[in-house]
Every structure is written in C-alpha cells, then in structure tokens.
C-alpha cells in the first residue's frame, strides 16, 4: 500500500493530528491481551464484530457450567490469535488512509488559502 508523501510545507498541525489520531501495533496488542473477553483489541482498531468476543466468553462462561464452556473458549482463544496476527496489517491500512485524509484536508486548506490570498492581492 503506497503512502503519501506529505510536503514539507504544509502545516505542523496536520503532522500533529496526524501522530494523534495513528493507531499503534503496541497498543492493539496490549488491546488484544487485556481486554479479550470484549473484543478491545477490534474496538482499537476500528473493526466490527468485537461484540462476537463478548457474546463467546459468556457463552463459555455459562458453558462451563454444564462442561462444554471449553470449546466457546478454545473458539475465542483462536479468533484471538488470527486477530492478533492481522494486527500490524489492520494499523498499517487505517495509519495510511489517515494519512492521505489528514494531509489532503491540509492541501485542500493551503489550496483555498492560496485563492484566497491571490484574490485579496488582485483587489489592491
């Protein structure tokens, strides 16, 4: 997946918003250890059906009650490990069209500023 290359003359802001709205692989895999049960790690990374986590862990929750609990979990535990693996690849895709959404909004924003600037030096 090509990235682009962000100009050296757009603004700092846009380079800010940017490195505050980017996911990291870290944290999705803290994500994915900590808060497994509720699927934390999906949530993170913006991807849906996390709510499948909850709904496997109170099945097995409730399943081992009756002693077949073990395969609502040993379904969760590989879902979490396929998960996990896609991790770096789900960062990699949402830092990337984050990166052409915040840096076009800053061409897009130095483009009308350009306009802008030109018309007001026309009028004089």
Known sequence: MERPHPDAS????????YDSRKLTVLTGYVA?????????HRIYAKKPLWWGYLLL???????????VGFVF????????????????RWVEEHNCSL????FSQAQQTEIRHRHSTQSVHDTY
Not at 10 to 17: G, H, K, V
Not at 57 to 67: F, N, Q, R, T, W
């Open 57 to 67: 862990a109170i099945l097995g929750a409730v399943g081992s009650l009756v002693l």
């Open 73 to 88: 979990f040993g379904i969760l535990f590989l879902w979490l490990l396929v998960d996990l693996a896609f991790m770096r």
């Open 99 to 102: 990166q052409r959404q915040v």
């Open 10 to 17: 757009w603004p700092s802001s846009a380079y800010a918003e």
């Open 32 to 40: 994915g250890v900590v808060g497994f049960s509720i699927g934390l």
